[in-house]
């Protein structure tokens, strides 16, 4: 499914010449809900996976973090301080502390300093106050993976369509470190829910060792689980990799040697946006990169995050009004469409409902 579109900023001679000429791997393209709705909802929550659901996406997306006690949550990140209201907790007050974690100094409280139990005595926050407000501050709790797969099969149920999960591994070798490996305990998780044992799954992790032990796993199990190796900025380095001295670096993967290398274990990447078609100096797209088309060469599909529907996140195209935070749905949908053009397979929205929009018109 190509898609022409001209757009702000661009003639429709140039989207001819340098948009139209790549096709999805994918039978379909996907809307992956970014950590569900959270354009709408605090993100990792039952809520934001149910506005997720009801608007439309193919997959939710968990984050997942592991607690004191083993369990694995639904978290952007270990550490809680933006997104819990944990510094309102003072019988907590004593686990604020600074931990080295993917080589980075970091301030807050963290998973892996509590139990299950205690993490359910504290409240989500929305991470963007400022943007999108606080209407739903203290109203939800942190989930765990087990019941947000039990979520999903009820809504599953109900609509009567497949809902896909897409976990993402956070932390892999900071947790393994802590005697907290995440691995296995997804994979047991994966299997001991009759849901996820015919669902659609896609585990995905920023770094390389994991997704390797997870295809050797998978080799030898009834799991119908892909794996999708996500890309971050190009000159950093996985953080496996980083903490083994090696010299690996995001740039050199995203080369058909490295793509090559990445399809003997993933059967997608996970590219930001801006390395599919980056921005030029004055904040508007620019001209497309060979990304996408070398890794469809290399068997690869192409998931990329995240669309965000506020101006703040967007090329400058698309924005609607002169506010950096005001929402833009409709550039949104425009910008998601010049990136439909583009042949990638799949894409992380904080708004699925935008998302499904922009695939509709798409399609039309």
Same mark, same amino acid.
């Given at each position: ?174 947790? %393994?470190?802590?005697?907290? =490996?995440?691995?296995? $305990? @997804? /994979? #047991?998780? &994966?299997? +001991? ?23 050797? %796993?998978?080799?030898?199990? =009834?799991?119908?689980? $892909? @794996? /999708? #190796?996500? &890309?971050? +900025? ?28 990445? =399809? ?101």
């Amino acid at each position: 499914m190509a898609v022409s579109v001209a757009g702000p900023g661009l003639s429709a001679g140039e989207s001819g010449s340098s948009l139209r000429d790549e096709q999805p791997l994918a039978a379909k393209v996907l809307v992956l809900a970014h950590r569900g709705a959270s354009a709408l909802r605090p993100e990792h929550t039952l809520a934001a996976y149910t506005q997720a659901i009801v608007d439309g996406a193919d997959y939710i997306e968990p984050d997942l973090v592991a607690t004191r006690d083993g369990y694995l949550v639904a978290r952007h990140e270990n550490n809680i301080a933006e997104t819990t209201d944990v510094a309102a907790h003072p019988e907590f007050a004593s686990r604020h502390t600074t931990k080295v974690i993917d080589g980075q100094q970091v301030t807050g409280w963290f998973t892996e300093d509590f139990t299950l139990a205690e993490l359910k005595t504290l409240r989500a926050r929305e991470r963007l106050p400022a943007v999108r407000g606080t209407h739903y501050d203290g109203q939800f709790q942190i989930p765990t993976l087990d019941e947000i797969i039990d979520f999903t099969a009820a809504q599953s149920s109900v609509l009567g369509r497949p809902i896909g999960l897409i976990p993402e591994i956070k932390h892999s070798t900071y947790f %393994r470190k802590h005697g907290l =490996a995440m691995e296995d $305990r @997804l /994979l #047991q998780i &994966l299997q +001991a829910h009759a849901y996820t044992r015919t669902a659609p799954v896609e585990i995905q992790s920023f770094e390389v060792g994991n997704l390797k032990y997870l295809r050797e %796993r998978l080799r030898h199990s =009834a799991l119908r689980v $892909r @794996l /999708l #190796q996500l &890309l971050d +900025a190009p000159e950093q380095q996985p953080a496996d990799v980083l903490a083994a001295g090696g010299s690996l670096t995001y740039a050199e993967m995203e080369r058909p040697q490295g793509l090559a290398a990445i =399809a003997r274990y993933a059967d997608a990447i996970g590219p930001s946006t801006r390395q599919i078609i980056p921005l030029r100096p004055d904040g508007r797209l620019g001209l497309p990169t060979s990304l996408v088309r070398d890794a469809h060469r290399a068997g690869l599909e192409v998931h990329v995050y995240t669309f965000r529907p506020e101006n703040m996140f967007m090329a400058r195209d698309f924005w609607q009004g002169s506010s950096s935070l005001a929402r833009s749905p409709e550039g949104s949908v425009s910008e998601i469409r010049r990136y439909l053009a583009t042949g990638i397979d799949a894409f992380f929205t904080d708004d699925p409902a935008l998302g499904r929009e922009a695939l509709a018109h798409g399609q039309g």
